[in-house]
């Protein structure tokens, strides 16, 4: 007799990128059989209209709820609507496990190590890191639309570490340089299954970059890569492109990596949810 698989929503609110939240829960969850859960991930939660924007998500999905929120208002605001939400809302530091096997009626199945199982998660971010690999910097155009995230921009954004990130995430991402006085491919205008997201930076900072990469391989100097005029015409440019096609647009002059992905995972999780 096969045992029915129970499924649950489980929110992970985070006021950084969510790895924490996020690998606890999977490090939790392993230690349950015939279990599901759909993963709802906020993370950058730094405000209260971003609480709200959280619990408006909880409402329309009620579940289970694991938080990292270091602020002591915004932790109250969450508890306070999970409860009027009669939603389970713990920090992480409490024993996940144990309140996990309460709120499903699940028997714990405590076997250390069980989340380094080379399951189908891991076998996923393998492929995600492989399909990143095969189409970094415009290759491979021609399967594009197999992507689950697709990111554009100029130069010295980011794209490609970004992609890397995301594909330790499971994220399937590829990155398409945009080149002055070059079309983007036409895969990329005619994707329709990718989320497709463009980086912008201060030109300021994209010039100083340059510069040091330039420095570090040796080459001239003396070219419109490094012209501030020339760099902020190329920036405006990509962002008229982004407007034209409605992509969403992340500055990722002041952000880490980390922060550029997290962003970039909670557009994800939002389109597949509204396509679904």
């Given amino acids: 007799m096969s045992i029915p698989i129970i499924e649950f929503h489980l929110h992970l609110v985070s006021d950084s990128t969510g790895e924490t ?69 713990l920090p992480v530091l409490d024993p996940v496990v144990h309140a996990l096997g309460a ?11 069980r989340q ?7 076998f996923s ?17 021609w399967n594009l639309d197999q992507a689950d995230v697709i990111i554009v921009g100029v130069s010295r954004t980011s794209k490609t570490p970004t992609c890397i990130y995301l594909a330790n995430r499971g994220v399937k991402a590829a990155n398409v340089p945009i080149v002055p006085g070059c079309p983007l491919p036409g895969e990329v205008l005619q994707a329709k299954r990718p989320l497709i997201v463009g980086l912008t930076k201060d030109p300021k900072r994209l010039v100083q970059i340059r510069r040091n990469r330039l420095l ?17 015409k190329e920036v405006s440019e990509a962002r008229r492109l982004y407007e034209t096609h409605n992509w969403p647009v992340i500055d990722v002059t002041r952000r880490s990596i980390e922060e550029t992905a997290a962003t970039i995972i909670q557009l994800y999780h939002r389109r597949r949810e509204t396509s679904s």
């Fill in 103 to 113: 709120y499903l009626g699940a028997e714990i199945k405590a076997r250390p190590g």
């Fill in 116 to 122: 380094h199982v080379l399951d189908a998660e891991y």
């Fill in 125 to 141: 971010r393998i492929e995600a890191m492989q399909f990143a690999l095969n189409h970094d910097d415009g290759q491979s155009t």
């Fill in 216 to 232: 570090m391989l040796e080459q001239d100097q003396a070219t419109d890569y490094v012209d501030i005029e020339m760099v902020s």
């Fill in 21 to 89: 939240a996020s690998q606890v829960a999977r490090a939790s969850l392993v230690q349950f059989e015939n279990i599901h859960a759909h993963e709802h991930v906020w993370s950058m939660v730094r405000s209260e209209p971003e609480i709200e924007e959280v619990l408006a998500g909880i409402k329309a999905n009620p579940g289970f709820v694991l938080y990292t929120v270091v602020d002591d208002q915004l932790r109250a605001h969450l508890e306070r609507g999970c409860r009027a939400l009669k939603v389970p809302c």
